[in-house]
């Protein structure tokens, strides 16, 4: 059984790096592509970015190119997602999910076999 904890989430006002950390735990986690996804409220859940097992590859959403950056060290079981220059429309519980059946990171929920419990991200104009 594989577990994900996310932190690092909260509140802050617009234009505040912030940086998240996922933390798995119970299987290899060099072997996994990692993503991270997000939901506001009232939304459904929607792709953020991905990595793959290596972090040689990274995907992510076109809308959120040049402001997030995802990456992940697999010596300390960790993957990132920087965010930067946050608005009120990045508010959202931020979950980091992994993926034990490809070698290559990709974007639907389905293909994630883990998730974490999600961390909240609340951005103030």
């Known amino acids: 059984q594989v577990q994900l904890v996310e932190s690092g989430g909260g509140l802050v006002q617009a234009g505040t790096p912030l940086k998240l950390s996922c933390a798995a735990s119970g299987r290899s986690f060099s072997t996994s592509a990692m993503g991270w996804f997000r939901q506001a409220p009232g939304k459904e859940r929607e792709f953020v970015a991905a990595?793959?097992?290596?972090?040689?590859?990274?995907v992510y959403a076109d809308s959120l190119k040049g402001r997030f950056t995802i990456s992940r060290d697999n010596g300390k079981n960790t993957v990132f997602l920087q965010m930067n220059s946050l608005t009120p429309e990045d508010t959202a519980i931020y979950y980091c999910?992994?993926?034990?059946?490809?070698?290559?990171?990709?974007?639907?929920?389905?293909?994630?076999?883990?998730w974490g419990q999600g961390t909240q991200v609340t951005v103030s104009s």
């Open positions: 990595i793959s097992p290596s972090g040689g590859t990274t």
């Open positions: 999910a992994a993926d034990y059946r490809r070698r290559t990171p990709v974007t639907r929920l389905d293909d994630y076999d883990y």
